[in-house]
């Protein structure tokens, strides 16, 4: 089993910034992929963000720019810088944690979440 933990989500103005956090309970390096996804009123859930298994960074076109991943290997953590907030990424934030098992198998595993309001 691992641990997923999200925080660093509040209410933020528009253009606004705030730094999400997603801490494993493994090293970074035994986790074969990790992203960010959100979910905003009364739409389904978005991919915003993640590695891919050889490592590059991805970003969603609605957050490009805006947005940028990165990692802290000693703290088994990634995290979400977001800039120039706007309303619209008002939304439960979530992080994503694919962890490799025998052979070609995985599992994934998501955290509880955070909130995050852009509002004036």
């Known amino acids: 089993q691992v641990q997923v933990v999200e925080s660093g989500g509040g209410l933020v103005q528009p253009g606004g910034s705030l730094r999400l956090s997603c801490a494993a309970s493994r090293t970074i390096f035994s986790i074969r992929t990790m992203g960010w996804y959100r979910q905003g009123p009364g739409k389904e859930r978005e991919w915003v963000a993640g590695?891919?298994?050889?490592?590059?960074?991805n970003y969603a076109d609605s957050v490009k720019v805006r947005v940028t991943i990165s990692t802290d290997n000693a703290k088994n953590t990634m995290y979400l810088q977001m800039d120039s907030l706007k309303p619209e990424d008002t939304a439960v934030y979530y992080c994503?944690?694919?962890?490799?098992?025998?052979?070609?198998?995985?599992?994934?595993?998501w955290g509880q979440g955070t909130q995050v309001t852009v509002s004036s």
């Open positions: 994503k944690v694919v962890v490799g098992g025998p052979g070609s198998t995985f599992a994934i595993y």
């Open positions: 590695f891919s298994s050889a490592g590059s960074t």
